[in-house]
């Protein structure tokens, strides 16, 4: 698409822009062929200069998104939810490079002829009886050229045919029969031999070039072919190829025959949400009086056919998603006048860049969601790790501590096992003992070892197997009195490393490995060990005991190694075992145990503590750049988007009176715009890019929060790129009376007072349950119905509360100390709230003293900060003036909850309401 020059670009502020809205720009009643060429230039125009608008939002949004990609503050799944699908991309590439084409069907070859040649208001194309019924026509592509000239074309290809098929020197102002008729005699024999040279022959389409005003560069004339041996999806392929079509379909017979039904029946499976233009034309040259019956019967065809609804077509909603069957409308007695079609036409380019536009637009919907998304993660990976990991090495120190407790305590508990094993087993291991085979020693026929080393083994043997069976039992019950802790501490240890690990699973992978490091331990120091494998440290303790007893043994006598010798030194063992020392040094080792495992854990814990601050410190980094630079950003993108569809569906509103002003814009009355009655235009110019990214923002959060009757409602925006020195935001909202200050100036009485201050915190608490902080209530920003009743305004601060970044914003007599400490949560709505009370207290709109002595704002502040605040009036009561001064506490977290204000003006209104009664 090339750029095209803006005309009429002479604006009344607010009463014209051009290209101009659809609506202020119909088509005149009656369309002469040179309005017609203007009209249609006109559109085109519009098209071009929307397009570029949409071309730049694009480009600036894939420059956004691949900077988003690249600085990884979204994980790469998530980039991959905001960008442009391959059919959305398909669909801005051929905007972009595509011309338009009119691409003109018909029931029969005369009903196209003569409708091009009505539209071109040439005779351009012959007409019955030059060209019959039976000829097969070629497929007809007409471009405006400044050379007429003529080819025919294969498609697909840029190749002509052949070049005796080229028309030089095209001197005709109607295109000769034999150019446009397969063959030129227009008989085609159905036993006819086709080769494929024939084929392309007959396929090759009839491109036109010569002068044409209708036409540009930007808009073609595509004419189907009659009598074709191809199907419907080769010709749709064909007639559509290179171009973005508008289909017209011209009926110029009573009704459509079955043949036409199966057709527009198959048009319809393969390109089910494409738009049809039904122009109805009669047979005759002469008579433009079109039969009532026939184009009942027509219009019942197409609604069966589903082209057309007995409801009516839905042309005029303009949602680009929603029943794109429905779109396509018919004409009637087509030839009179062009003023309908050339309503449809801009409809339906309209509808192509709202669909354009659209697409940007939920892409820059899903990236600010996606970032609040994570701006709500990261900030809760802040605040929670630091507290997940010290309660982690907290609940470790408690485990460890009683552990060590237990194992001291547990020492005559330990001794007690053992004893009690060794008495339950003392048999039973003796007599297991007889049967045990000794494996590795040869025996002489007398049943004695050979070599003295021999007796040893044996013995050891028998020893160790009664110890590993000792073994078992101990660990066993030793397991059991332990299990309670385990339970209580190991559980919960493990559940809260598990969290880190999944907090540190963004991170690298030397992270993932310190956590499960951490959980190996706890496992090996409070588990695994506690269940005394028979390789375990203990088992080694009972031998090397068990070593020291049987120092002493003799071996001279020379024994016969049976079950008798087998039972006689189980039963040495289980005689000679000191259930005091060896409960004792069961203690010392589990309690070495116990404490190396614990200095490990918390020398991994410091460990992944270092990595864990690293990691947080990149979050706040990434959480910053969401906060500062990409939201901003995409919120600036998208208020673009959303304005230029809104400036495409309704035009740029028509602009009031003045009704008041702002730091930042003008707002004017604006009678109706989008099929509302009584809005205002909020007109600000930002100034530089941190005021554009305010608007931004402010847009971004008022359109995304839900109706609610006592906030404001936003009804759209438009830029007014008129200027393009000057690109005034105009937000469109619904209008109120006046603001508070206005009401309060006339004086109120008390109960519509309390009711305007319990309309503000109704408002205030429903912003602070979607997450978002207003940062800048006063007198001003409370808007008033014709009842008296509150909707707050102007969310130009309004954030949610994860994506502030501490900035110092506000109107000075309503900020809250602690904003200038950059670190401030909804509770500095509760302080503005306080200052807002005092006035509707007050009844008035005088400044307090205590802040009116104040000759600056930064003497103001400081005051502020000492715990300075407005002054107790003679008429406040007791309770009214006990919600102001809690409401503005020093301290944010003894500020009452806004629920508890809500119920004590409540009451305060009740009680006004008895006494009055
Ligand atoms: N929707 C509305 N209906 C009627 N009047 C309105 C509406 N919105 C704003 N106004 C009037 O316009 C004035 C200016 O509004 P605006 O939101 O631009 O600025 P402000 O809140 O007064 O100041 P600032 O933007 O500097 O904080 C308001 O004080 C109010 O009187």
Same mark, same amino acid.
């Given at each position: 698409?090339?750029?095209?020059?803006?005309s009429g670009?002479?604006?009344?502020?607010?009463?014209?822009?051009l290209p101009s809205?659809?609506? !202020?720009n119909?088509p005149s009643?009656s369309t002469t062929s040179s309005t017609l060429t203007q009209q249609f230039a006109d559109i085109i125009r519009r098209?071009?200069?929307?397009? @570029?608008?949409?071309?730049?939002?694009?480009?600036?949004?894939?420059?956004?998104?691949?900077?988003?990609?690249?600085?990884?503050?979204?994980?790469?799944?998530?980039?991959?939810?905001?960008?442009?699908?391959?059919?959305?991309?398909?669909?801005?590439?051929?905007?972009?490079?595509?011309?338009?084409?009119?691409?003109?069907?018909?029931?029969?070859?005369?009903?196209?002829?003569?409708?091009?040649?009505?539209?071109?208001n040439? &005779?351009?194309?012959?007409? !019955?009886?030059?060209?019959?019924?039976?000829?097969?026509?070629?497929?007809?592509?007409?471009?405006?050229?400044?050379?007429?000239?003529?080819?025919?074309?294969?498609?697909?290809?840029?190749?002509?045919?052949?070049?005796?098929?080229?028309?030089?020197?095209?001197?005709?102002?109607?295109?000769?029969?034999?150019?446009?008729?397969?063959?030129?005699?227009?008989?085609?024999?159905?036993?006819?031999?086709?080769? *494929?040279?024939?084929?392309?022959?007959?396929?090759?389409?009839?491109?036109?070039?010569?002068?044409?005003k209708l036409l540009n560069?930007?808009?073609?004339?595509?004419?189907?072919?009659?009598?074709?041996?191809?199907?419907?999806?080769?010709?749709?392929?064909?007639?559509?190829?290179?171009?973005?079509?508008? #289909?017209?379909?011209?009926?110029?017979?009573?009704?459509?025959?079955?043949?036409?039904?199966?057709?527009?029946?198959?048009?319809?499976?393969?390109?089910?949400?494409?738009?049809?233009?039904?122009?109805?034309?009669?047979?005759?040259?002469?008579?433009?009086?079109?039969?009532?019956?026939?184009?009942?019967?027509?219009?019942?065809?197409?609604?069966?056919?589903?082209?057309?609804?007995?409801?009516?077509?839905?042309?005029?909603?303009?949602?680009?998603?929603?029943?794109?069957?429905?779109?396509?409308?018919?004409?009637?007695?087509?030839?009179?006048?062009f003023t309908?079609?050339l309503?449809?036409?801009r409809?339906?380019?309209?509808?192509?860049?709202?669909?354009?536009?659209?697409?940007?637009?939920?892409?820059?919907?899903?990236?600010?969601?996606?970032?609040?998304?994570?701006?709500?993660?990261?900030?809760?990976?802040?605040?929670?790790?630091?507290?997940?990991?010290?309660?982690?090495?907290?609940?470790?120190?408690?485990?460890?501590?009683?552990?060590?407790?237990?194992?001291?305590?547990?020492?005559? @508990?330990?001794?007690?096992?053992?004893?009690?094993?060794?008495?339950?087993?003392?048999?039973?291991?003796?007599?297991?003992?007889?049967?045990?085979?000794?494996?590795?020693?040869?025996?002489?026929?007398?049943?004695?070892?050979?070599?003295?080393?021999?007796?040893?083994?044996?013995?050891?043997?028998?020893?160790? #197997?009664?110890?590993?069976?000792?073994?078992?039992?101990?660990?066993?019950?030793?397991?059991?009195?332990?299990?309670?802790?385990?339970?209580?501490?190991?559980?919960?240890?493990?559940?809260?490393?598990?969290?880190?690990?999944?907090?540190?699973?963004?991170?690298?992978?030397?992270?993932?490995?310190?956590?499960?490091?951490?959980?190996?331990?706890?496992?090996?120091?409070? @588990?695994?060990?506690?269940?005394?494998?028979?390789?375990?440290?203990?088992?080694?303790?009972?031998?090397?005991?068990?070593?020291?007893?049987?120092?002493?043994?003799?071996?001279?006598?020379?024994?016969?190694?049976?079950?008798?010798?087998?039972?006689?030194?189980?039963?040495?063992?289980?005689?000679?075992?000191?259930?005091?020392?060896?409960?004792?040094?069961?203690?010392?080792?589990?309690?070495?145990?116990?404490?190396?495992?614990?200095?490990?854990?918390?020398?991994?814990?410091?460990?992944?503590?270092?990595?864990?601050?690293?990691?947080?410190?990149?979050?706040? *980094?990434?959480?910053?750049?969401?906060?500062?630079?990409?939201?901003?950003?995409?919120?600036?993108?998208?208020?673009?988007?959303?304005?230029?569809?809104?400036?495409?569906?309704?035009?740029?509103?028509?602009?009031?009176? @003045?009704?008041?002003?702002?730091?930042?814009?003008?707002?004017?009355?604006?009678?109706?715009?989008?099929?509302?009655?009584?809005?205002?235009?909020?007109?600000?110019?930002?100034?530089?890019?941190?005021?554009?990214?305010?608007?931004?923002?402010?847009?971004?959060?008022?359109?995304?929060?839900?109706?609610?009757?006592?906030?404001?409602?936003?009804?759209?925006?438009?830029?007014?790129?008129?200027?393009?020195?000057?690109?005034?935001?105009?937000?469109?909202?619904?209008?109120?009376?006046?603001?508070?200050?206005?009401?309060?100036?006339?004086?109120?009485?008390?109960?519509?007072?309390?009711?305007?201050?319990?309309?503000?915190?109704?408002?205030?608490?429903?912003?602070?349950?979607?997450?978002?902080?207003?940062?800048?209530?006063?007198?001003?920003?409370?808007?008033?119905?014709?009842?008296?009743?509150?909707?707050?305004?102007?969310?130009?601060?309004?954030?949610?509360?994860?994506?502030?970044?501490?900035?110092?914003?506000?109107?000075?007599?309503?900020?809250?100390?602690?904003?200038?400490?950059?670190?401030?949560?909804?509770?500095? *709505?509760?302080?503005?709230?306080?200052?807002?009370?005092?006035?509707?207290?007050?009844?008035?709109?005088?400044?307090?003293?205590?802040?009116?002595?104040?000759? &600056?704002?930064?003497?103001?502040?400081?005051?502020?900060?000492?715990?300075?605040?407005?002054?107790?009036?003679?008429?406040?009561?007791?309770?009214?003036?006990?919600?102001?001064?809690?409401?503005?506490?020093?301290?944010?977290?003894?500020?009452?909850?806004?629920?508890?204000?809500?119920?004590?003006?409540?009451?305060?209104?009740?009680?006004?309401?008895?006494?009055?009664?």
């Amino acid at each position: 698409m090339t750029e095209k020059p803006r005309s009429g670009t002479t604006r009344n502020h607010g009463e014209k822009l051009l290209p101009s809205s659809p609506r !202020a720009n119909s088509p005149s009643p009656s369309t002469t062929s040179s309005t017609l060429t203007q009209q249609f230039a006109d559109i085109i125009r519009r098209y071009n200069y929307y397009s @570029e608008h949409i071309r730049r939002i694009l480009k600036d949004t894939d420059k956004s998104y691949c900077e988003i990609n690249d600085t990884r503050v979204l994980s790469s799944e998530k980039v991959s939810r905001m960008h442009l699908s391959k059919a959305d991309r398909d669909f801005f590439d051929a905007l972009e490079t595509r011309p338009l084409a009119l691409i003109i069907c018909s029931q029969t070859y005369n009903g196209k002829s003569r409708f091009v040649n009505e539209l071109l208001n040439e &005779s351009l194309l012959p007409e !019955a009886p030059v060209i019959d019924q039976y000829d097969v026509v070629r497929m007809v592509r007409i471009k405006n050229h400044p050379i007429q000239g003529a080819s025919l074309n294969i498609s697909g290809s840029f190749e002509i045919i052949n070049p005796d098929n080229m028309y030089k020197n095209v001197s005709w102002t109607t295109v000769p029969r034999d150019d446009l008729v397969v063959n030129g005699t227009g008989d085609l024999h159905p036993l006819a031999e086709h080769d *494929d040279e024939n084929d392309q022959q007959e396929t090759a389409s009839l491109e036109i070039r010569k002068p044409l005003k209708l036409l540009n560069d930007d808009l073609q004339i595509v004419i189907t072919p009659s009598n074709q041996r191809l199907n419907m999806k080769q010709i749709y392929t064909q007639i559509t190829e290179n171009v973005v079509p508008i #289909f017209i379909y011209v009926i110029e017979q009573d009704t459509l025959s079955s043949n036409d039904i199966e057709e527009l029946r198959f048009f319809r499976s393969i390109v089910p949400n494409e738009p049809i233009l039904f122009i109805r034309i009669d047979q005759s040259t002469n008579s433009m009086n079109v039969g009532e019956t026939s184009c009942v019967q027509i219009f019942r065809q197409l609604c069966d056919l589903g082209f057309l609804s007995i409801l009516g077509n839905t042309t005029g909603d303009m949602s680009p998603d929603t029943a794109p069957l429905f779109q396509s409308d018919i004409i009637d007695n087509g030839l009179a006048n062009f003023t309908h079609f050339l309503t449809y036409i801009r409809k339906h380019i309209d509808r192509l860049i709202i669909r354009a536009v659209s697409i940007l637009q939920r892409s820059h919907e899903i990236c600010l969601d996606l970032f609040n998304d994570s701006a709500f993660d990261m900030a809760r990976d802040i605040l929670i790790t630091p507290k997940r990991l010290s309660y982690t090495r907290e609940r470790e120190k408690n485990l460890y501590e009683s552990l060590i407790a237990l194992t001291n305590s547990k020492q005559n @508990e330990i001794q007690k096992l053992i004893l009690q094993a060794i008495s339950e087993m003392h048999e039973t291991l003796a007599d297991q003992a007889c049967s045990v085979d000794i494996p590795g020693i040869e025996l002489t026929d007398q049943l004695t070892v050979k070599h003295a080393r021999d007796l040893k083994k044996c013995t050891t043997y028998i020893q160790e #197997f009664i110890l590993i069976k000792l073994n078992e039992t101990i660990a066993n019950k030793l397991l059991d009195s332990i299990n309670v802790l385990h339970d209580n501490y190991v559980g919960t240890l493990t559940r809260c490393l598990f969290s880190l690990e999944n907090n540190a699973s963004d991170a690298d992978e030397s992270e993932l490995s310190t956590s499960k490091a951490l959980q190996e331990i706890l496992h090996s120091a409070y @588990e695994v060990n506690i269940t005394l494998p028979a390789d375990s440290n203990l088992f080694q303790i009972l031998i090397d005991k068990m070593k020291e007893l049987f120092r002493t043994f003799s071996w001279s006598q020379c024994p016969r190694i049976d079950p008798e010798f087998k039972r006689s030194v189980a039963l040495d063992i289980l005689n000679n075992l000191s259930e005091v020392k060896l409960a004792k040094t069961v203690c010392t080792q589990l309690n070495d145990r116990i404490r190396m495992s614990h200095e490990n854990f918390e020398t991994l814990l410091k460990q992944l503590e270092h990595r864990h601050s690293d990691r947080l410190k990149t979050t706040e *980094d990434k959480q910053q750049r969401v906060r500062k630079e990409y939201t901003p950003k995409i919120a600036r993108l998208l208020l673009e988007s959303t304005s230029l569809k809104d400036l495409i569906q309704y035009g740029l509103p028509k602009q009031g009176r @003045e009704v008041g002003r702002g730091q930042y814009g003008i707002v004017y009355e604006c009678k109706s715009w989008a099929n509302h009655l009584s809005c205002v235009i909020k007109s600000v110019m930002p100034p530089d890019d941190r005021h554009w990214n305010d608007l931004a923002l402010e847009f971004h959060y008022l359109r995304r929060i839900p109706e609610h009757p006592r906030i404001v409602k936003l009804i759209g925006s438009v830029i007014d790129y008129t200027n393009p020195d000057q690109t005034p935001v105009l937000l469109i909202m619904e209008r109120l009376k006046r603001d508070l200050y206005a009401a309060l100036k006339t004086r109120l009485d008390f109960s519509t007072r309390m009711r305007i201050a319990l309309d503000v915190v109704e408002g205030l608490r429903y912003l602070h349950g979607l997450g978002l902080v207003h940062r800048d209530i006063k007198l001003k920003n409370v808007l008033l119905d014709d009842a008296n009743r509150v909707r707050i305004t102007d969310l130009g601060f309004c954030k949610p509360e994860v994506m502030m970044s501490g900035s110092l914003v506000g109107t000075p007599i309503h900020m809250a100390p602690e904003l200038f400490t950059s670190k401030y949560d909804h509770t500095v *709505d509760v302080y503005a709230f306080g200052i807002l009370f005092w006035y509707i207290c007050s009844n008035g709109v005088k400044l307090p003293t205590n802040f009116d002595v104040c000759s &600056s704002k930064d003497i103001l502040w400081s005051a502020v900060k000492k715990g300075v605040r407005p002054e107790r009036l003679m008429d406040f009561s007791d309770e009214c003036w006990e919600i102001m001064t809690k409401c503005w506490d020093t301290q944010p977290s003894q500020r009452p909850y806004l629920g508890e204000v809500q119920e004590k003006i409540e009451q305060i209104l009740n009680n006004s309401r008895k006494t009055t009664n």
